[in-house]
């Protein structure tokens, strides 16, 4: 089992930034790809950002390519999204996930883990 939680959610301006964590706990966190998701209201979950278990390899979704980044500390097993640029559009609940993979992944039924999430909303 890996127990997941998101934190660093918040109301923010258009343009401003932010900064997602989420603190792994359980079994081994270098063994799980991770990747983020997101659910905004009335709206199926999309993928965000995936990233493998050394952090070497990262894939993002269309919509905020060039303005996110996801990075991972194995010794803190955390992993993180770095949003800068946010629009209103990237106004949604943002889910952390982990795969028992090494590779990265991008389809939501590949993650067997999932936090609670954490909201973000970008106000224009």
């Known amino acids: 089992q890996v127990q997941l939680v998101e934190s660093g959610g918040g109301l923010v301006q258009e343009g401003d930034s932010l900064r997602l964590s989420c603190a792994a706990s359980?079994?081994?966190?270098?063994?799980?790809?991770m990747g983020w998701f997101r659910q905004a209201r009335g709206k199926e979950r999309e993928f965000v950002a995936t990233?493998?278990?050394?952090?070497?390899?990262?894939e993002y979704g269309n919509s905020v390519k060039g303005r996110f980044t996801v990075s991972r500390h194995n010794a803190k097993n955390t992993v993180y999204l770095q949003m800068n640029d946010l629009k209103p559009e990237d106004t949604a609940v943002y889910f952390c996930?982990?795969?028992?993979?090494?590779?990265?992944?991008?389809?939501?039924?590949?993650?067997?883990?999932w936090g609670q999430g954490t909201q973000v909303t970008v106000s224009s």
């Open positions: 996930a982990a795969a028992e993979a090494m590779a990265i992944r991008m389809a939501e039924y590949e993650y067997k883990y």
């Open positions: 990233i493998d278990w050394s952090g070497g390899n990262t």
């Open positions: 359980g079994r081994d966190f270098t063994g799980h790809t």
